[in-house]
């Protein structure tokens, strides 16, 4: 463990003068992509955060007042495994690569470069939103998630510096120059060039895109190339807290638009100041098909390259399943042909994008029961639900055709005259933003929100979170 080290890391950094040089070069970079482009207006606030200080499930992160420029990021990987062995594919139980096997070096810069840009992305994409903070503690937690996803593009750059050589630092200096929702240099994935303007937004993407990148990391903790398996493994760890504020964020919101319907005369939450269900639905619409796009095709070439080559699982692949080699399954697909919904029966191999997503979606219905139950404790007869995974998608067997919430093909005209109850219209989003105004004393909460059951560590709700 180098913890006092410039860049804090368990990878004997120290011992690679030639990695930790070119490392210690990219991060006044970083600094300065950090200064531009994260959380603006609080870079000298003081903020309760968790620092990763080892890998241990017990006692692996400490808990104090930092300044987010002060943080330190650093290089954390699971411990190796003795004799790892690959997991799947068509070298199952062969030694785990050690180094980036040349006939998969492509691939592997691939899933590293997408995976890593997704990082810096998200920080971007959040970078107002502190300015209107309905609480410290949600503001703490903002920032939480923003310097963690800084250390994921850090967990992705050692892996390019460290294994790929020249292309690997070309790569690492492109994922600062990359922009969230710029037209000329945008990141690579659509959901990462959304706007994530307002608390909303932030908790929906933290419930439904965040969670994409559980299911990515996951299928890419048990990738053959260990390194990146073991870097993956460690960034689930911190991974669970940003799917912790997006569930309960909308919980919350869902629990107080509840409460406030219960006291208006007329359901209308909106006289006091509340989110309407409607309107949270339709950010559930948004963010879920957006995020179902992040796993590709349901029909993959590329998936099943990935897993051949032993990259890239399936979720739980060890403890889940029994043949981890997968040649001879087939799964039933729905697509479309001629103008109807049909049935296609494709090797298992090609649809392991689908079963992944499929994964993803029990798990969004498992959140979607549980605020469904806080609306029915409030009285509330109203339920949200998840629309069909076909339905507003751009990437994949479903992009290009229309369909309702139900999945029913629809034409063009159709989708267009309904979409605005379905799809977050310029209204709901002013509406949402009119709400958003910055709640910053202790103990204090925004109207549209309920406040968490408990605070962070141990300390309550009213604790200074971050001393402005
Ligand atoms: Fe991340
Ligand atoms: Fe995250």
Redesign the pocket.
Known sequence: MELYERIPNNVNLSQDKRLQRALEKWLPSYLDWWREMGPEGFQDKDVYLRTAVDVDAEGWANFDFVKMPDYRWGIFLKPAEADARVGFGDNFGMPAYQEVPGEFRNSLRRIIVTQGD??PA?VEQQRELGKTCPSLYDLRNLFQVNV??G???WAMVYLLHGYFGRDGRDEADALLERRSGNPDKPRILEAFNQPCDDWLNFFCFTMFT?RD?KYQ?AALAESGFEPLARTCQF?LT??AH?LFVGETGVGRVVKRTAQLMKESLNNDVRALGGIPLDIMQKYINFWFSYSLDLFGGEISSNSADFFAAGLKGRYKERDQYKDHIAAEGSFMLTVVEDGKLVPREVPLRNALNEVLRGEYVKDCERAMTRWNKYLREEGADAQLYLPSTRFHRHVGEFAGHHFDVQGNLTGKEAFEQSESQWLPTIEDREYVRSLMHPVTEPGQIANWIAPPTTGIKGKPFEFEYVRL
Request: charged fraction near 45%; charge should be negative.
């Open positions: 997704t990082e998200s963690e996803e250390r994921h593009l965040d990148g990391l960034m911190e991974e940003h």
